[in-house]
């Protein structure tokens, strides 16, 4: 998969001060339960990175060493294919704060009808770290899931679904 770094007046070795653009341009990477994330270790944030077409991110290189060396962190994962069949990317919930770091996150859903929804934590193997059911009566409402302190730092998927079956996926990382 070629990277570039795209800007005018980069030279080798060198960052200036500014924001830039990384481009990932994926080749024959696109097959089932294959995810990628780009995790920026500078901003504590991630990005999904399409197997599909290219993915453009930019960012900001300020004074601080950091912000440029060691900065990114590309993470392939391939997840149990029956665990995860028939999720949607396509988000309606948001999951935050994200990286986890206190071993509690929440859940939002957002203009979602009045039902039932089950909300799953699972690991890089497709096993089930965590499993939570809830009611939602009004449009919008915020669900704590707690991860406890024994579960240990990675990457993980929390999938969402309602009584239709319909799902959706995000990922998430513990810290």
Do not use: C, W
């Not at 990384?22 to 024959?28: A, M, R, T």
């Not at 900001?60 to 060691?70: I, L, R």
């Not at 996150?105 to 957002?110: A, G, T």
């Not at 690991?123 to 770290?129: D, M, P, Y």
């Amino acid at each position: 998969m070629p990277i570039s770094l795209i800007h005018a007046n980069h030279t080798r070795g060198n960052l200036a001060p500014e924001t830039y653009t990384l481009k990932f341009g994926p080749s024959n990477l696109a097959e089932g339960g294959l995810t990628a994330i780009l995790i920026d270790n500078y901003q504590d944030t991630t990005y999904d990175i399409s197997l599909d077409e290219d993915t453009e991110i930019s960012f900001v290189v300020d004074s601080n060493a950091t912000s440029m060396a060691g900065r990114f962190t590309l993470v392939f994962n391939r997840a149990s294919f029956s665990k995860m069949a028939h999720v949607s990317e396509k988000p309606f919930q948001d999951v935050f704060p994200n990286p986890v770091t206190n071993g509690e996150f929440f859940v939002e859903l957002n203009n979602k009808i009045s039902g039932t929804y089950n909300i799953q934590v699972v690991n890089s193997t497709g096993q089930v770290i965590l499993k939570q059911r809830v009611s939602q009566a009004e449009n919008n409402k915020t669900i704590k899931v707690n991860l406890g302190n024994a579960i240990a730092s990675g990457i993980y998927h929390v999938i969402i679904s309602d009584e239709k079956g319909n799902k959706t996926t995000r990922h998430i990382i513990v810290r």
